[in-house]
């Protein structure tokens, strides 16, 4: 039996907006560019797009050999896991699509398996080239020659400067592309920290920091959430070539444990589209009006009404964005709830990633801020005054928190490379990736105003750097 590889991938340019897909059918012992096959769809979501990339490459492949085998290799989570089973078909767009797929080999025939975007750079490109015709009103035709494949740089898995080695391979031979998924990722130059919609609590220059993080951790730390501070901050001197940069990003990682991007300035396109992600606060539940400490390690309250207005309400404006092509909640009750609203309107799945729960409070769960003061005086003195201090109880300190988090956003953005992921979590997880992508110092933390269901967004670059895009903005909720 022969043995095929189907490497597919489509996009859509508003999700929904112009769409189109791209297919390579691979033969399976020697990677050889058997077929390749791509079209512009016109006005289509991403989910579409990817699903009809799927079904032309299987097609392609079925013309070729109808007695093969096929391992299908795709960067869309949500179509593998539905092709395979793992999830159910919800959005009545796409089960029609599915169950094409399904039937072009015997069942049996086809195995299907996730990849990074990075490794799927032919049928990206495909997809691309589709889209870009049909923007001239012109169908797609294939180039004359197949590109060859990037040769794959070496290094132990989990070498940073091997995996940005592996990035930079992966989109040097790709031709310059509207970024998939822009929106949020505004024509800024890479590494300028802009906000939107932010309020930023801050004491004078001079003035003593403890007042001022008192301060906002009353009126804002316990509203719901904790607040966040935590040590660490690194660069990487801009200038520097890409494997000295490289190097020293990757003995940054080994040395530090919580790393923080490189700095500098440089035009975006040069590193392709980055990992953006629109960080979302969960809508209120029961205690956030009344500013009492709620992390993980409480009651795990369920949205309110007001909460579950709220979320309708972002869910409404993520729609008329169009850019969120994922979706990744912390497991807490109230970002799931919060998370299925928004999934519900945008017909995505819901990924559940445990690095992203709030902190715990150890004993001030469910307190008020000045109840926690009254009854565990030192206890709050010391964690105002340094990351490393842990509520009382032996809840989370707010290190071991930014710890977490960093782990967290490197897993994600290697999931994510080149895609738009709303991350649905809470106050503490959104101060901690805004900090960190900012190389701020801990007490900034202290000093950032962050309401329920507001957004904010990051976007993650190749090299390591992260650009800040927006912070606390709650327009949808006027």
Known sequence: MREFIVEADGGSRGNPGPAGYGAVVLDGPTGQTLARTAEYLGTATNNVAEYRGLVAGLRAAHALDPAAGVHVRMDSKLVVEQMSGRWKIKHPDLKPLATEAARIFPPGRVTYEWIPRERNKQADRLANEAMDAGARGEQWTPSATPPAAAPEPSGPPGDAAAG?????????????EQERGAGFAGAGTRGAAGTSGAAVRSAGAGADARPAAESAAASSAGAGDGSDAVAGSGAVAAGASDAGRAK?????????????????????????????????????????????????????????????????????????????????????????????????????????????????????????????????????????????????????SFAATATRIAATRDKLVAAYAGRTVLLVTHVTPIKTFVRLALGAPPESLFRMELSAASLSAVAYYADGNASVRLLNDTSHLR
């Open 248 to 396: 020293a990003e990757a003995d940054l990682r080994a040395a530090r444990t919580v790393a923080t991007p490189g700095v500098g300035w440089g035009a975006a396109a040069d590193l392709g589209a980055p990992a953006t992600f629109v960080l979302l606060r969960h809508g209120e539940t029961p205690l956030t009006p009344q500013k009492r400490f709620s992390g993980s390690g409480g009651t795990d309250p369920s949205l309110s009404d007001a909460g579950r207005e709220q979320a309708a309400r972002v869910a409404e404006a993520l729609a008329a964005r169009g850019t969120i092509q994922a979706i990744v909640a912390s497991p807490l009750a109230r970002t799931r709830e919060t998370a299925g609203v928004v999934a519900a309107r945008l017909g995505l799945e819901v990924s559940i990633e445990e690095g992203l729960r709030e902190t715990d409070f150890g004993a001030w769960e469910g307190l008020t801020f000045a109840e926690a003061r009254e009854r565990h005086p030192d206890d709050l003195n010391a964690w105002l005054a340094s990351p490393e201090a842990e509520p009382t109880g032996g809840g989370e």
């Open 164 to 176: 940005a080695a592996r990035v930079r391979a992966a989109l040097a031979d790709r031709a310059p």
